[in-house]
């Protein structure tokens, strides 16, 4: 099963309005990273947060993370047509220090910016 | 600088034919790992190297196999190829993560779409 799960599973907004995108996941990490993918293409890194910071910033994009609710969210505020895509969060699990470049992915959440 | 490069982009192959794909990651990285997505199983781990060994393994049969070389380079063969590993095959690079660290980040390259007929 995934470590990471998205919800909701697809947004559908207006230019403009925010998008927020919830990821849970089951085990203890070391970090979590956002990742956007535009259909058929690579992923593209939003933002990493450590288990031990609780929120970041970066442009548009809010992160938050509760390691005690093991859940993380995304927020991109005044969305643009340019945003659609799938989102995923992808865990780094706690195993030894380091996972070794394994991430365990969540389904993504395929969010539609309308113009 | 240049990101993680993947070639070929696309390619169709046949059932039990074998294939290589291949990865340059960022400049300076010495962490390649591999993804496979499909549709029903999402994105998953294959395999991470550094410095030439494999250091992660994922739960793929030993029909998948990679192997990296000493500029960083990475390739990943599939033997006898069936039509479930058509999917988009991602690789992605990064810094060595120090047993300390706290993680990398980590960046992914195009894909190299794979499909078999």
């Known amino acids: 099963s995934q470590q990471g799960e998205e919800d909701p599973q697809a947004l559908s907004i207006q230019e403009g309005e925010n998008a927020t995108m919830n990821c849970s996941y089951k085990?203890?990490?070391?970090?979590l990273q956002w990742y956007r993918q535009n259909s058929g293409r690579g992923l593209v890194h939003l933002i990493l947060?450590?288990?031990?910071?609780r929120e970041k910033h970066s442009g548009r994009l809010r992160v938050t993370l509760d390691t005690s609710k093991k859940s993380s969210s995304l927020l991109i505020t005044a969305s643009r047509a340019a945003d659609t895509a799938s989102y995923f969060c992808?865990?780094?699990?706690?195993?030894?220090?380091?996972?070794?470049?394994?991430?365990?992915f969540g389904q993504g959440t395929i969010l539609t910016v309308h113009p | 600088k240049a990101g993680v490069t993947q070639t070929p982009r696309y390619l169709i192959k046949t059932r039990g034919q074998q294939v290589t794909l291949s990865c340059s990651p960022i400049?300076?990285?010495?962490?390649v790992s591999w993804y496979q997505q499909t549709p029903g199983q999402g994105l998953q781990f294959l395999f991470e190297y550094f410095s030439e060994t494999q250091r992660n393994k994922g739960n793929f049969p030993g029909r998948f196999s990679g192997r990296q070389f000493s500029n960083s380079r990475s390739e990943m063969n599939v033997s006898t190829l069936e039509l479930g590993d058509s999917a988009l095959y991602l690789c992605?690079?990064?810094?060595?993560?120090?047993?300390?660290?706290?993680?990398?980040?980590?960046?992914f390259g195009e894909g190299s779409w794979l499909t078999v007929v």
């Open positions: 992808a865990t780094d699990l706690r195993a030894g220090g380091t996972s070794y470049g394994k991430l365990t």
């Open positions: 947060i450590r288990s031990n910071e």
């Open positions: 400049s300076g990285h010495r962490s």
């Open positions: 085990t203890s990490i070391n970090n």
């Open positions: 992605a690079s990064s810094l060595e993560a120090s047993f300390l660290s706290s993680g990398n980040t980590i960046y």
